[in-house]
């Protein structure tokens, strides 16, 4: 069994900083790509930023600039750092990864393993 679980969201002003944390735990084979995503009321999920084993980064046009992902493969950790937070930004954010994981001595794997989100909201 596998868990990605998020912290760090919370309530901030508009131009405050926020850190979002996810970490895997579990019997983890291996981690490939980690990414953030996000889902606003009335709207659907969209990537925000996303980071592969081998460190390539990719991110939402509207957070380039704002926003960095990282990771700590030793911990099985994803993070990102949100700079200069907009009202806009204001969303639950949810922890993805592809995963594969030993569980009761069999293999799996998933493309998108999804954490429970977090809730950003941010102030104006």
């Known amino acids: 069994q596998v868990q990605l679980v998020e912290s760090g969201g919370g309530l901030v002003q508009a131009g405050g900083s926020l850190r979002l944390s996810c970490a895997a735990s579990g019997s983890i084979f291996s981690i490939n790509a980690m990414g953030w995503y996000r889902q606003a009321p009335g709207k659907q999920r969209e990537l925000v930023a996303a980071?592969?084993?081998?460190?390539?980064?990719n991110y939402a046009d509207s957070v380039k600039g704002r926003f960095t992902i990282s990771r700590d493969n030793a911990k099985n950790t994803v993070y990102l750092q949100m700079n200069s937070l907009k009202p806009e930004d204001t969303a639950v954010y949810y922890c993805?990864?592809?995963?594969?994981?030993?569980?009761?001595?069999?293999?799996?794997?998933?493309?998108?393993?999804w954490g429970q989100g977090t809730q950003v909201t941010v102030s104006s």
């Open positions: 980071i592969t084993s081998g460190g390539s980064t």
């Open positions: 993805n990864a592809d995963i594969a994981w030993v569980y009761g001595g069999s293999y799996y794997h998933q493309y998108d393993y």
